[in-house]
């Protein structure tokens, strides 16, 4: 128990940074995804072709690449069409490449949900576009997004280790700087776990919470 | 098209679509002209860099490495649809025995990163002495992570069925484990077999997680080939091919995914679930 603890206390100078580290990356790529989702959701639901084509054609390419492969072709392939990027600034461009996608599907099908009446309706009584898209759309697309989004956001979390095999210093890392030390494996492994969990936890009861205050009766 | 957003659009309308589209069609074949000039300007399409294609060698390895990828993925999907089941069936139980360290199997299993369990089954055996090859360190990790997951998809859909089954069932005097075996499982596993495959689609994407810890798979050879200095290091090439094959594959277990939701909605012996659940398991899709 003792040795346990030391790998925790022993190595703060790594520990601490790297998860400073995913923590940063999480917060750059949940605003990038959610930003660029949204832009790619309101292209899906457009009513301009073009755009709609751009939209699905960019969902379905990077819902079936493995993250692996999206983080391999920025660290390696990009470089060789002139692109650099540093390695944050690059783990985090494919983590908001990858996750988009992922956020306008949640965006899409909760908009989706909102039945046509609702809309039609709204039109009836005479409301311009706007706000029928303000006060009656959204509102209601809003608590069906929400929970969905909140996953999708708590799987990125998860995801953000998959920068650790392309030098990335964030916390699915610190394995490698422990082993280089002759740490013990396991402990760092389990103080890694405990980390994710106190990370992932508040965003778990918030997506919990959100579902149970919004279930919309319909 | 009738969509909550947009009404019908009139004479008005349709010009201003009409406008918007051409200048949006501009700019995506802009977009896409600026890319194949990057792809011409950095020499992407000089021969050399895609001369190794044609090498029996290098066609033998790509071959290999989807080999390693789909029987990684194939091992894995079969454990995780049998932990998954189990799992369902222990949170399911009326005892408390069972369902309490099914649920903290499974709560704990879904909020690990997927490659820290994947370091686990690697890094632990080396840190005890024993020597582990890649290949089934990524397949523990995969089938513990996606049975947890599954194991909720399989959960909502015995849940799902309607009540009158399992009542009906047990009033004919079956037993627990025949009402769950006979009655609410086939039932579930039919309404859930659309988000059960999108779920492997998922774990297939995450073996190329083995490249982190050297499995020889798809794209461990994608790297290969991309890193040779002789055809000009042809990192863009050789990982379009990796990507075409992943997109493939995954786009047409998706394909059927989507084909066996279509088919079974639309089924004249359709499963009385409640819609929620179905729903509840699409949301659930992990990314």
Redesign the interface.
């Known amino acids: 128990m003792d040795d346990f603890v030391h790998v925790l206390t022993d190595n703060w100078d790594i520990i601490g940074p790297h998860f400073w580290e995913t923590i940063k990356l999480f917060l750059i790529a949940a605003v990038g995804s959610v930003v660029l989702g949204t832009l790619l959701a309101a292209m899906r639901v457009s009513p301009v072709p073009a755009l709609r084509g751009f939209g699905s054609s960019y969902v379905l390419l990077l819902r079936n690449t493995p993250l692996t492969l999206v983080f391999a072709l920025q660290v390696f392939a990009l470089p060789k069409l002139g692109v650099t990027f540093d390695f944050t600034t690059g783990a985090c461009v494919a983590l908001t490449a990858y996750t988009s996608a992922f956020v306008c599907e949640a965006l899409r099908s909760g908009i989706n949900t909102v039945p046509v009446g609702q809309a039609e309706a709204a039109r009836a009584l005479g409301m311009t576009f706007t706000q029928v898209l303000t006060n009656v759309v959204l509102p209601q697309a809003f608590r069906t997004v929400v929970p969905p989004l909140v996953s999708v956001l708590n799987a990125m979390l998860k995801n953000t280790t998959v920068a650790a095999g392309f030098s990335v210093a964030e916390a699915g890392a610190i394995t490698f700087y422990l082993s280089e030390r002759g740490e013990n494996q396991i402990y760092g492994l389990l103080w890694i776990t405990i980390g994710f969990l106190i990370l992932v936890v508040p965003l778990v009861t918030l997506q919990r919470m959100l579902e149970r205050r919004w279930k919309v009766a319909r | ?7 019908l ?1 009139g004479p008005k309308a349709r010009l201003r ?1 009409r406008i ?3 200048l ?2 501009v700019g ?1 074949v802009a977009l896409l002209a600026y890319v194949g000039w ?2 011409y ?2 020499g ?1 399409f000089e021969p050399l860099r895609w001369e190794q294609f044609q090498y029996k060698q290098i066609q033998q390895d790509l071959l290999d490495g989807y080999l390693t990828t789909l029987s990684a993925a194939g091992t894995a999907a079969v454990f995780a649809v049998l932990l998954g089941a189990l799992l369902a069936t222990g949170r399911l139980s009326d005892h408390l025995v069972f369902r309490a360290p099914t649920t903290g199997f499974v709560e704990l299993f879904r ?6 369990l994947i ?2 089954a690697y ?2 055996p ?3 002495g024993y020597k582990v090859g890649p290949f089934w360190p990524l397949v523990i990790g995969l089938t513990l992570y996606n049975g947890a997951v599954l194991s909720e998809i399989f959960r909502a859909g015995i849940i799902a069925v309607a009540r009158g089954q399992s009542e009906a069932a047990y009033a004919l005097g079956m037993r627990k484990s025949q009402v769950m075996i006979s009655i609410l499982l086939p039932q579930a596993v039919r309404a859930m077999l659309p988000a059960i495959v999108s779920q492997l ?1 998922v774990l297939l ?5 083995g ?2 810890i050297q499995l020889p798979e798809l ?1 461990y050879y ?2 290969q080939i ?1 890193g040779r200095l002789p055809f000009g ?1 042809p ?2 090439p050789s ?2 091919v ?2 075409v094959i ?2 493939g594959t ?2 047409l277990l ?1 394909w059927f995914a989507f084909w066996l939701q279509r088919r079974l909605m639309g089924g004249p012996k359709q499963v009385k679930t409640t819609a929620k659940a179905v729903k509840l398991a ?3 899709q ?2």
């Open positions: 098209m009738t969509n909550v957003l947009y009404d659009p679509y918007i589209g051409i949006s069609a995506i990057r792809f300007d950095t992407q909020a690990i990163p997927l490659l820290i370091f686990f890094y632990g080396i840190q005890l689609v994407k995450d073996t190329a997680l490249f982190i794209l994608g790297k991309g290091f990192y863009v990982y379009l990796v990507a992943y997109i995954c786009g998706s699409d949301v659930g992990s990314v």
